[in-house]
């Protein structure tokens, strides 16, 4: 294959491109952005904005969730975060901030997390902070893990949920183990509910494949990556650079909409976005829709006060993730702001649905399925 290098006598790896290395090719048509269309639709759900959040305690809380979805875009829950361990999660979202913004040490904030997180989930707790964002008439999404799937679904769908997502750092539709404890069947598990479902993160053709073929709506391509992320190196070497990894997921979309006669899975980026220019790369790659975590985290209204951490930054013995200061409180944008503007900075991470629309009309696309086939060119 031409994208193989030798890296080694015998070793061979693929030639793989993060959303960095790549840059939009505007055509010989150009149009107004008034004219442009950022709009999309996830199964019955329809969304003005092509942006879900990172499940992170960081950016949202279900009050945080009603605010996006007002905005246009889908706030996802973690319900294995601090709203479902906490009846006062906010005021220990503030511990967490307050430790951080003291001590230089990062890992004195991740313990803290680490602590919180050891509570128990607590369903009742879970379903109260889901029904506070249906009753406000947005669409309800919430995480969950593989792990914990099957015990916490029938809680959020007596809450009224609209969309699950099955989130991991790394899923795949089939898990082995020796354990007595049953893995998740995901093909099984979905097809038993009446609600779609998304489920990742995926880095491959292969497996973003196999998780369309489990009746996913969506499948999540990547794990949240960002500059405080230790998933990839650090801790387990694993990871595929995002552009390629998008790509690849794309690919896998066309044979399965081609292998069922019609059935579109959507494809949805996390990971290393966190500019409007970013966002605009990762929809030419292929994507439908991307998971945002620093542009928002840096929000005033966002419950983690300047920080950002992913979700697997709290794991109880394997944290893969720093927090990182991505605004000071006090100095925050609006959430309004980080999303529709008006915005003085010129560096892409305010006003983001602004950006990606002038993207498309730069490059003479009306809509974002018609983006996807943007131009692109890549560094060697």
Wanted: net charge negative; hydrophobic share 45%; with cysteine.
């Amino acid at each position: 294959m031409r994208d193989l290098v030798d890296i080694g006598m015998g070793r061979t790896a693929r030639q793989t491109f993060e959303l960095d290395d790549i840059t939009i090719v505007p055509s010989r048509r150009t149009r107004s952005s008034s004219e442009v269309s950022t709009a999309w639709q996830l199964d019955a759900y329809r969304f003005d904005t092509p942006i879900l959040t990172h499940p992170t305690d960081a950016v949202v809380s279900p009050d945080t969730a009603i605010a996006l979805g007002r905005a246009g875009a889908l706030g996802v829950l973690n319900g294995e975060g601090l709203w479902s361990r906490h009846r006062d999660a906010d005021a220990r979202l503030a511990e967490v901030a307050e430790i951080a913004d003291g001590d230089p040490d990062p890992a004195a904030a991740i313990a803290r997390l680490q602590e919180l997180h050891a509570a128990p989930l607590d369903t009742a707790l879970l379903g109260e902070a889901v029904a506070r964002i249906r009753d406000a008439g947005v669409t309800t999404a919430v995480r969950v893990s593989p792990q914990h799937a099957q015990e916490l679904t029938p809680t959020l769908l007596s809450a009224g949920i609209d969309l699950l997502v099955v989130h991991g750092t790394i899923i795949s539709a089939e898990h082995v183990s020796k354990s007595d404890r049953e893995p998740l069947n995901l093909k099984t598990f979905i097809a038993e509910l009446d609600i779609p479902v998304v489920a990742g993160g995926v880095h491959d053709h292969r497996t973003a494949l196999h998780l369309m073929r489990t009746g996913a709506a969506g499948v999540i391509v990547g794990y949240g990556s960002t500059e405080g992320s230790t998933t990839t190196g650090e801790v387990l070497g694993i990871g595929v650079p995002m552009a390629t990894a998008i790509a690849d997921a794309a690919a896998a979309r066309r044979e399965y909409l081609d292998e069922t006669g019609g059935r579109y899975v959507h494809v949805i980026a996390d990971g290393d976005i966190h500019t409007s220019g970013d966002l605009a790369k990762a929809i030419a790659c292929g994507a439908d829709a991307a998971m945002l975590g620093t542009p928002l985290a840096a929000a005033a209204e966002a419950p983690g006060r300047g920080w950002f951490w992913t979700a697997a930054a709290a794991h109880p013995s394997l944290p893969r993730g720093a927090l990182m200061q991505v605004a000071v409180e006090g100095e925050n944008p609006s959430l309004e702001c980080v999303l529709h503007g008006p915005s003085s900075v010129p560096f892409g991470d305010r006003n983001v649905v602004g950006g990606l629309r002038r993207s498309m009309a730069k490059a003479g696309y009306s809509d974002l399925k018609e983006f996807q086939k943007v131009g692109l060119t890549a560094r060697s």
